[in-house]
């Protein structure tokens, strides 16, 4: 069964707006760590934040947010001010500490993000 | 700058000609895995060393081998690749027991079969 669960196929936006990246996950283990990664067309996946389940306080770094809602099972992603260089692939992953201690990630299936001029 | 490594970035082999993947990392992390990612897919996971350890996902065919011969270098051998082994396929690595869960990839190897 799909354990992390990004609905979102592709997302177009126009330079400065605001983008939304949603992800449900699915998990029975109490202790888990949950992952967005971005990969630009270069191919590299690129670590941009770590969330450890027992941690639900919300997170901005620059135009980047992330809020953690464990009530809904959801760790959602926003761009604020978007730019084309924000034009990506970006991916939702979930790590479950005790079902797999070798720290297995099980990504989403990704979410295209377009920024046009 | 520590970081992973992945030679060549690209690779054209022939169908059933084996080829090897190479990846290195300057990061001195115990855990290193190697990934494949076909087109407008998730990467998925093909096995994985805790040091030597060696840990083979249970899907991954046996085509698929991989070597550690120590904590720097790793290398994912492609026996008798198909056109159905097209993808892209990425190393990462992760350090071990300082609660630091995050992978750090590689730029990644795009293999064509022909």
């Known amino acids: 069964a799909q354990k992390v669960t990004q609905a979102q196929t592709e997302i177009s936006v126009v330079e400065k707006e605001d983008v939304t990246l949603d992800c449900v996950y699915e998990t029975r283990d109490t202790t888990y760590y949950l992952f967005w990664y971005k990969q630009p067309p270069s191919g590299e996946l690129v670590f941009l934040i770590r969330r450890n389940s027992f941690d639900e306080q919300n997170e901005i770094s620059g135009r980047y947010s992330w809020n953690f809602q464990k009530s809904t099972s959801s760790f959602n992603f926003t761009i604020t001010a978007s730019q084309v260089v924000d034009s990506a692939v970006y991916f939702c992953?979930?790590?479950?500490?005790?079902?797999?201690?070798?720290?297995?990630?099980?990504f989403g299936a990704g979410t295209q993000v377009v920024v046009t001029p | 700058d520590a970081m992973v490594i992945q030679n060549p970035r690209y690779q054209v082999t022939q169908f059933g000609k084996p080829v090897t993947l190479s990846c290195s990392q300057t990061?001195?992390?115990?855990?290193m895995y190697w990934y494949q990612q076909k087109s407008s897919q998730a990467p998925k996971l093909l096995f994985h060393?805790?040091?030597?350890?060696?840990?083979n996902e249970a899907d991954t065919p046996d085509n698929f081998q991989s070597r550690r011969p120590n904590t720097s270098f790793c290398f994912l051998d492609i026996r008798s690749p198909g056109l159905g082994d097209a993808a892209m396929y990425l190393c990462a690595t992760r350090g071990w027991g300082d609660d630091s869960y995050e992978q750090y990839f590689g730029p990644g190897t795009r293999l064509t079969v022909t």
């Open positions: 992953a979930l790590s479950e500490a005790l079902s797999d201690s070798w720290g297995k990630l099980q």
């Open positions: 060393y805790y040091d030597k350890d060696f840990n």
């Open positions: 990061l001195n992390h115990n855990v």
